[in-house]
């Protein structure tokens, strides 16, 4: 099972635009495989618009592939969504990875674009199906209950034959959702035994749909930190965390140095996660740069243990 690392951004600790590069900088000359952008239109805290994040690494890498974590098709009109991951894919040369899915329950981005939560579900359904057609080159008219369509096609499709569609949530729907058009599933905040009943679930869903999902396309979201409890970074993600899920914060974050880091990774190996989306817990942009490195100097080189253990 191969073991891949990226790392994500949730809001933005940077002061401007030269603390993002220098960070990308970081993480493409260290080898960090991937890189996140969490997707929330409406907030008061600094986040970045996911999309637009895609188009720059685009542009200002050459190696580093990446995706968002995850996009919102419940927000977003699908066929607009399918081509401007077409694009991104074509231009960097096939690099994008994109995650979809239903939109956060408790974001405020609904009634901030005066969209209702009402059939959510559904609604990203039927986009998942129209952007997984328009990917595969389709000419279609489309009439379902949210979305009509006449000769939707777009051009040039993504350079990947197989474009990925990660998808994430675990609850039933999520799970259905999963098997019945995803090509990978990562989980959000899922600790490793709730990502480990997820996956057995979808594998099952799976067999009823007659599809099936590599092994090592299931993935884990996960905060850490070099240093302490006290640390306030954490105090404040912890804080966050627990209003945002209801569960205990120690149970997901990790806080510490490279063993407590490589233990948690190492559970949800055993769970049957492969692909990880760490988080830093940082301040400013000293300070994310100063974890990042950390983990690319001390924790990267532990990495291929995992794999050998699998």
Not at 242 to 263: A, N, Y
Request: hydrophobic share 40%.
């Amino acid at each position: 099972m191969s073991i891949g690392v990226g790392f994500g951004l949730m809001e933005s600790p940077f002061a401007d635009a030269r603390g993002f590069w220098r960070w990308i900088d970081l993480c493409e000359q260290g080898g960090i495989d991937s890189v996140w952008q969490t997707d929330r239109i409406v907030s008061s805290i600094r986040m970045l618009e996911s999309m637009s994040v895609m188009a720059a690494l685009a542009g200002a890498t050459k190696r580093l592939k990446f995706g968002m974590n995850v996009a919102s098709v419940g927000l977003r009109e699908p066929v607009l969504l399918a081509k401007q991951c077409a694009t991104i894919d074509f231009l960097s040369e096939g690099r994008l990875l994109p995650a979809f899915g239903i939109g956060n329950v408790r974001a405020a981005d609904w009634d901030g674009v005066g969209l209702s939560q009402e059939g959510r579900g559904k609604r990203t359904n039927e986009g998942l199906e129209i952007i997984a057609r328009l990917w595969k080159g389709e000419t279609f008219d489309y009439a379902g209950e949210f979305y009509t369509l006449k000769g939707a096609v777009i051009s040039p499709l993504p350079v990947q034959k197989k474009l990925p569609l990660w998808l994430g949530g675990s609850s039933v729907p999520a799970i259905r959702r999963t098997a019945r058009y995803g090509t990978g599933w990562v989980a959000g905040p899922e600790t490793p035994d709730l990502a480990g009943e997820t996956i057995t679930a979808i594998k099952a869903a799976l067999v009823e749909e007659n599809r099936s999902i590599d092994h090592d396309h299931y993935g884990a979201n996960m905060a850490f930190r070099f240093g302490s409890w006290d640390d306030a970074p954490v105090q404040r993600t912890a804080e966050a965390h627990e209003k945002r899920t209801g569960r205990d914060p120690r149970k997901s974050l990790v806080v510490g140095g490279s063993e407590e880091i490589m233990q948690r990774l190492g559970e949800y190996v055993a769970a049957g996660v492969s692909k990880f989306v760490l988080r830093p817990m940082s301040t400013d942009d000293e300070d994310m740069l100063a974890q990042t490195r950390r983990f690319i100097e001390e924790t990267q080189p532990l990495i291929g243990g995992l794999e050998e253990a699998t």
